[in-house]
């Protein structure tokens, strides 16, 4: 195991609250490589090939960090905010250079937010983001409202109507992702596919609220996570496999009660489960995650550490060669068993 320590950040950070004195998200770049942390008001990312820090860069506000992700090019990481005082009227978005370890820009800035407003009507939080397989944008999702795609180096936003609205059926937009260059859309009620016009919807069913992530082909997603039953709120555990030429899907089940999924592989074809802690806590909480090996049907558990310390988020590279794991003062980065 590696230790990445950041205690030198934890001695700077007098002024955050419990929930933010802490490591608060942890993202992979696509090969591995490259590892982004937001930790104590800072966002850091680290070389794992010598477990150096590559930039540390102060994010300029006391809010929290809900998740991060990079830009295809690995040039920058787009960190996405929590509680905004009111929907679509912050910045929600902080995109950061890391060439010139600054913050770029905050989005949606003041000129964008006029149109997002009516997108949103101050009533919508950001339920879901991606950023495009180009990297020179990011698409969000604003609950049932629709959807916005910001420019990440200039001022263009583009706003359209959801799938919900459109098929004006309830429930939120809870997750978004390429498949190739088809934007694919996750709802509370099935899945969608941008067609440029319009929405196509390959799947109606209740999906599970966890990870959605493509192949790398881009002929099939896997979507794994926790769902109640259309009657009644008994709940299903597992993976969904969908092919997007017909819509054909096929679940597998796992005893998952507890666990979070946290990671799919590249060619999606194993789903990364954990028990990681929400909230901060110093109790000792042992880190347990599973694999959930798609085309066997295997569920097991590949690694559990049991070090005096919290766990308090969870990350699998898309290799599924590597675990980092947010502690109190540090993160730890095992290597994961085939």
């Given at each position: 195991?590696?230790?990445?320590?950041?205690?030198d950040?934890?001695?700077s950070?007098?002024?955050?609250?419990?929930?933010?004195?802490?490591?608060?998200?942890l993202?992979f770049?696509r090969?591995?490589?490259?590892?982004?942390?937001?930790?104590?008001?800072?966002?850091?990312?680290y070389?794992?090939?010598?477990?150096?820090?590559?930039?540390?860069?102060?994010?300029?506000?006391?809010?929290?960090?809900?998740?991060?992700?990079?830009?295809?090019?690995?040039?920058r990481?787009?960190v996405?905010?929590?509680?905004?005082?009111?929907?679509?009227d912050?910045?929600?978005?902080?995109?950061?250079?890391?060439?010139?370890?600054?913050?770029?820009?905050?989005?949606?800035?003041?000129?964008?937010?006029?149109a997002?407003?009516?997108?949103?009507?101050?009533?919508?939080?950001?339920?879901?983001w991606?950023?495009?397989?180009?990297?020179?944008?990011?698409v969000?999702?604003?609950?049932?409202?629709?959807?916005?795609t910001?420019?990440?180096?200039?001022?263009?936003l583009?706003?359209?109507?959801?799938?919900?609205?459109?098929?004006?059926?309830?429930?939120?937009?809870?997750?978004?992702?390429?498949a190739?260059?088809?934007?694919?859309c996750?709802?509370?009620?099935?899945?969608?596919?941008?067609?440029?016009a319009s929405?196509r919807?390959?799947?109606?069913?209740?999906?599970?609220?966890?990870v959605?992530?493509?192949s790398?082909?881009?002929?099939?997603?896997?979507?794994?996570?926790?769902?109640?039953?259309?009657?009644?709120q008994v709940?299903?555990?597992?993976?969904?496999i969908?092919?997007?030429?017909?819509?054909?899907?096929?679940?597998?089940?796992?005893?998952?009660?507890?666990?979070?999924?946290?990671?799919?592989?590249?060619?999606?074809s194993?789903?990364?489960?954990?028990?990681p802690?929400?909230?901060?806590?110093?109790r000792?909480?042992?880190?347990?995650?599973?694999c959930?090996?798609?085309?066997?049907?295997t569920?097991?558990q590949?690694?559990?550490?049991?070090?005096?310390?919290?766990?308090?988020?969870?990350?699998?590279?898309?290799?599924?060669?590597?675990?980092?794991f947010?502690?109190?003062?540090?993160?730890?980065v095992?290597?994961?068993?085939?």
């Amino acid at each position: 195991m590696t230790e990445l320590d950041l205690d030198d950040l934890a001695r700077s950070s007098r002024g955050l609250s419990e929930e933010r004195a802490r490591v608060e998200s942890l993202a992979f770049d696509r090969t591995g490589r490259w590892l982004a942390a937001a930790a104590f008001g800072v966002l850091v990312v680290y070389d794992l090939r010598d477990a150096t820090r590559h930039a540390e860069v102060p994010l300029g506000t006391k809010r929290g960090v809900r998740s991060l992700g990079f830009s295809a090019d690995g040039r920058r990481v787009v960190v996405a905010l929590a509680d905004e005082p009111r929907p679509g009227d912050a910045a929600t978005l902080v995109v950061v250079d890391l060439a010139a370890s600054a913050v770029e820009r905050g989005l949606p800035e003041e000129p964008q937010r006029a149109a997002l407003r009516d997108v949103t009507r101050l009533r919508e939080s950001l339920t879901a983001w991606v950023v495009t397989p180009s990297g020179e944008a990011v698409v969000t999702g604003w609950g049932r409202a629709g959807l916005a795609t910001f420019a990440l180096t200039g001022a263009g936003l583009v706003t359209r109507e959801s799938p919900l609205n459109a098929e004006s059926s309830p429930g939120d937009v809870v997750a978004l992702t390429f498949a190739g260059s088809t934007l694919v859309c996750q709802t509370d009620d099935g899945l969608y596919v941008d067609e440029g016009a319009s929405w196509r919807r390959v799947a109606k069913e209740t999906f599970g609220r966890g990870v959605l992530v493509p192949s790398r082909d881009g002929a099939r997603v896997v979507i794994a996570g926790h769902a109640p039953r259309r009657l009644g709120q008994v709940f299903r555990s597992g993976g969904w496999i969908l092919k997007l030429a017909d819509g054909s899907v096929n679940f597998d089940p796992v005893k998952a009660e507890g666990m979070a999924p946290v990671a799919v592989t590249h060619d999606a074809s194993r789903v990364w489960w954990a028990k990681p802690v929400e909230r901060f806590t110093t109790r000792p909480v042992p880190l347990v995650v599973h694999c959930h090996d798609l085309a066997a049907g295997t569920f097991a558990q590949r690694l559990s550490d049991a070090k005096k310390a919290a766990s308090t988020c969870v990350a699998v590279d898309p290799t599924g060669d590597t675990v980092a794991f947010g502690r109190l003062k540090s993160i730890g980065v095992f290597a994961l068993s085939p």
